[in-house]
T-cell receptor, first 114, second 111 residues
C-alpha cells in the first residue's frame, strides 16, 4: 500500500533558526496536505497543494509540492516557540478512486529552544 | 466552517469491557468521516472511513467496529477492549476541498 515517510523524525532548533521537514510518498499523489498538531492537541489543517511544482506561503511557512508529485516540503523561517508541535503531511494517492482517503506521513516533531 | 464534537475527552476502561465513542459534525452535510488512532508520540493510523450513511470501510483488522447511523454521526465501538486498544482516538470530517477537520479526540486507557 501507499507509504508516506517524513524526515527528520525529530528536530530541535534554537529560536530564530530555520526548520525544514521533508515528505516522500511511494506513489504519485493527486494532492498533498499539511497539518500541525500541538502537544496534547489534535491535528489542524494548514494547507493543500495540488499542482506539480506548486509553492505556497503562509507568513513564515513555505510549502512546496515536487514536480513529480511524490514529495513535498515545509520550511519555517525564523522559528518561534509557537511553532512547537508535530507537522504531518498527508497525501491522496492519484489512483485512490476518488474516495479521498489520505495517508498521513510519519510526522516531524519540532522543538524550539528559546 | 464545520465543528467536530467528540466525547468523552478521556476514558479509562478495564480489559474486556465494551466501548462506544461518538462523533458528531456540525456545519456541513454529507461529509466523508474518518476514525484514526494515534499511539503516544506516533503518527495517525486510519481505522475506518465512511463516504455515506451505512457505508463503512475498514482499514485495519481488529476488534473495533464503526457505524454511521446518520449523515453527521460516526460511532466507534468494541465488544471487548484489549490493552492494545489504548490510544488517542480522533474523528475527522472532510471540508470542501477534502481537507480534514479533526475533533478534540478521546484519550483511551485500557487497564
Amino acid at each position: 500500500g501507499q507509504q508516506v515517510m517524513q524526515i527528520p523524525q525529530y528536530q530541535h532548533v534554537q529560536e530564530g533558526e530555520d526548520f525544514t521537514t521533508y515528505c516522500n510518498s511511494s506513489t504519485t499523489l493527486s494532492n498533498i496536505q499539511w497539518y500541525k498538531q500541538r502537544p496534547g492537541g489534535h491535528p489542524v489543517f494548514l494547507i493543500q497543494l495540488v499542482k506539480s511544482g506548486e509553492v505556497k506561503k503562509q507568513k513564515r511557512l513555505t510549502f512546496q509540492f515536487g514536480e513529480a508529485k511524490k514529495n513535498s516540503s515545509l520550511h519555517i523561517t525564523a522559528t518561534q516557540t509557537t511553532d512547537v508541535g508535530t507537522y504531518f503531511c498527508a497525501g491522496d494517492s492519484a489512483d485512490s478512486g476518488g474516495y479521498q482517503k489520505v495517508t498521513f506521513g510519519t510526522g516531524t516533531k519540532l522543538q524550539v529552544i528559546p | 466552517s464545520q465543528t467536530i464534537h467528540q466525547w468523552p475527552a478521556t476514558l479509562v476502561q478495564p480489559v474486556g469491557s465494551p466501548l462506544s465513542l461518538e462523533c458528531t459534525v456540525e456545519g456541513t452535510s454529507n461529509p466523508n468521516l474518518y476514525w484514526y488512532r494515534q499511539a503516544a508520540g506516533r503518527g495517525l493510523q486510519l481505522l475506518f472511513y465512511s463516504v455515506g450513511i451505512g457505508q463503512i470501510s475498514s482499514e485495519v483488522p481488529q476488534n473495533l467496529s464503526a457505524s454511521r447511523p446518520q449523515d453527521r454521526q460516526f460511532i466507534l465501538s468494541s465488544k471487548k477492549l484489549l490493552l492494545s486498544d489504548s490510544g488517542f482516538y480522533l474523528c475527522a470530517s472532510t471540508g470542501r476541498s477534502y481537507e480534514q477537520y479533526f475533533g478534540p479526540g478521546t484519550r483511551l486507557t485500557v487497564t
